[in-house]
């Protein structure tokens, strides 16, 4: 790639360096990049990031109640990398059918953290969650996440989002950085050198912690709005819980429902506040409408 300033060709001597932002062009010298300034900074645009979400994957199963995977339930997304990641939740909240009754948190994860004491269901472990979930951890506990990025939106009043609260003490640390949803931008995160090779996942609604893994698999040109590539698997229930899917949805494939699983039938496709009317039956668990959602994400403001 030719220097955009003065056109001269990049050799094994002297490579040339990408606009940090844009990444779109290349210069020979700081001189050149700074020169060509006025004239670059009109087109000069971070491009998307193409996302992949995987909702309770195997990947992090040892962070999981359950593994959801028969069907696996992902999207992957073009993101805007000037987009906050409060409007990634909106989208994420879009493009996974969820019901934003519920809060969220993204969380670069500690790959320190021993997931396994979470198993632990001694008398000292269990005085140690409530000693964190009234007082919150102290700085020689150990830390599950690096970065959180919190939802700090004002309290609309909703019940789920109150009990939501209670679990948030337990999702706080003295060395876990905190950032605000609403203010911080993907790239602020994304293009960190210090989080571009840690995990991290988003997790919606603290008492189920359905957990959705991030993997950056791609860029794609800048845009100002969100867009759904490709995915997989029906949008999951609210409140069922993690394991509570695959129950459902084995309700649907019995031949024969017993009453408990027709009450839940019942309750998914008339009173859960994301159910579908049409249900789970022949193979609808497997259905996810990719050009409504995109639809609903056009329309979105970021």
């Known amino acids: 790639m030719a220097c955009a300033a003065c056109s001269k060709e990049a050799d094994d001597s ?34 998307n990031y193409i996302i992949k979400f995987d909702l309770c994957p195997e990947a992090i199963s040892d962070r999981l109640r359950a593994v959801i995977n028969d069907p696996v339930v992902s999207r992957t997304i073009s993101c805007p990398a000037t987009a906050t990641f409060h409007r990634l939740h909106e ?8 019901a934003s009754t519920h809060t969220y948190d993204f969380n670069v994860l500690d790959p320190r953290f021993d997931t396994t004491q979470d198993e632990d269901d001694s008398q000292e472990a269990l005085m140690r969650m409530i000693q964190q979930s009234m007082n919150g951890a102290s700085a020689s506990d150990p830390r599950e996440y690096l970065l959180r990025i919190k939802d ?17 003490s337990r999702r ?4 876990t950085k905190e950032k605000s949803g609403p203010s911080t931008k993907l790239y602020q995160v994304l293009d960190a050198p210090e989080y571009r090779n840690e ?11 359905w957990e959705h893994l991030l993997t950056v698999t791609g860029r794609a040109p800048a845009s100002t709005k969100f867009h759904c590539i490709d995915g997989s698997g029906h949008g999951v229930a609210e409140d069922v819980v993690q394991d509570g899917w695959h129950v459902l949805i084995d309700a649907y494939r019995a031949r024969r429902p017993d009453e408990e699983q027709h009450e839940k039938i019942h309750w998914y496709e008339t009173r859960c506040s994301n159910g579908d009317p049409k249900g789970l039956s022949n193979g609808r668990e497997h259905v996810w409408e990719k050009d409504a959602v995109n639809m609903r994400l056009s329309v979105m403001r970021t």
Do not use: E
Request: glycine share 6%; aromatic share 10%; charged share 25%.
């Open 14 to 47: 002297q490579p040339h360096q990408l606009c940090a932002r844009c990444k779109q062009v290349s210069y020979c010298s700081k001189t050149c990049q700074a020169g060509h300034w006025d004239a670059h900074k009109g087109s000069c645009k971070r491009p």
């Open 91 to 98: 989208a994420l909240q879009v493009a996974f059918g969820w």
């Open 172 to 175: 706080q640390h003295p060395r």
């Open 152 to 168: 700090d939106t004002p309290d609309t009043g909703m019940v789920p989002r109150h009990i939501d609260k209670m679990h948030d």
């Open 199 to 209: 995990r991290m996942v988003y997790t919606y609604d603290f008492g189920d912690r």
